[in-house]
């Protein structure tokens, strides 16, 4: 089955960085299209970036672009994000995600003002 796993949450200062990560199992990673979702305190979930499976081609929304950066190890079967420059609107929790269907559990970030 669709396993995903993230790692790396935590809580660190305004302006401060944080390196997520997420192993996956259970499908053909290497054609996959892989997506990092989060869901602020009150909020839905909110898409912020995807790395596509041909290409490797990245995409981010607006909130986060040039902040974030997001990367794929393909042997690994792994999908990191790299947060930089991060404001308490960042505060959510962040998950991985495969297609419509799979996310993992979240981890959660708290940037602190």
């Known amino acids: 089955q669709v396993q995903l796993v993230e790692s790396g949450g935590g809580l660190v200062a305004t302006g401060g960085s944080l390196n997520l990560s997420c192993v996956a199992s259970?499908?053909?990673?290497?054609?996959?299209?892989l997506k990092w979702v989060r869901q602020r305190p009150g909020k839905g979930i909110e898409w912020i970036s995807s790395?596509?499976?041909?290409?490797?081609?990245?995409l981010y929304a607006d909130s986060v672009k040039g902040r974030f950066f997001i990367s794929r190890e393909n042997a690994k079967n792994m999908v990191h994000l790299q947060m930089t420059n991060l404001t308490p609107e960042d505060t959510a929790i962040y998950y991985c995600?495969?297609?419509?269907?799979?996310r993992g559990r979240g981890t959660q970030v708290t940037v602190s003002s």
């Open positions: 995600a495969y297609s419509t269907e799979y």
């Open positions: 259970g499908f053909t990673f290497s054609r996959a299209t």
């Open positions: 790395i596509r499976a041909e290409d490797w081609v990245k």
